[in-house]
């Protein structure tokens, strides 16, 4: 089964998530993203916080990761953002649909 890299982050409002949702999928660092409200319980600043958030999950391929983080650290809101990324197992015709909305 071929590999395909998800990079997973939080953003604070809808229309960020929306944008960098289109803007991933319009440039092709991403062949799709999920974008999903969650709450985020954390420490920010000393400070204890619990804050309504989007989580993107982008679908991409090993070999595009790294522009797509580049990418994300110029567009993203936050002063410092998640950018978690793992390896998955896909199906083969899952993995060559992403491949194809790489492409160029």
Same mark, same amino acid.
């Given at each position: ?64 990761? @790294?522009? &797509? *983080? /580049?990418?994300?650290? %110029?567009?993203?809101? $936050?002063?410092?953002? @998640?950018? &978690? *990324? /793992?390896?998955?197992? %896909?199906?083969?015709? $899952? ?10």
């Amino acid at each position: 089964m071929p590999p395909v890299s998800v990079l997973t982050t939080t953003v604070g409002h809808t229309d960020d998530a929306r944008r960098l949702a289109q803007d991933a999928v319009r440039h092709r660092l991403a062949a799709c993203v999920q974008v999903e409200q969650v709450t985020s319980h954390y420490v920010w600043q000393d400070a204890q916080c619990e804050e309504p958030e989007w989580r993107l999950v982008f679908k991409t391929l090993p070999f595009n990761v @790294q522009a &797509l *983080v /580049r990418w994300l650290k %110029s567009a993203h809101p $936050y002063e410092l953002p @998640q950018l &978690l *990324v /793992r390896e998955e197992q %896909s199906s083969r015709e $899952y993995a060559a649909w992403v491949e194809d909305r790489l492409k160029v």
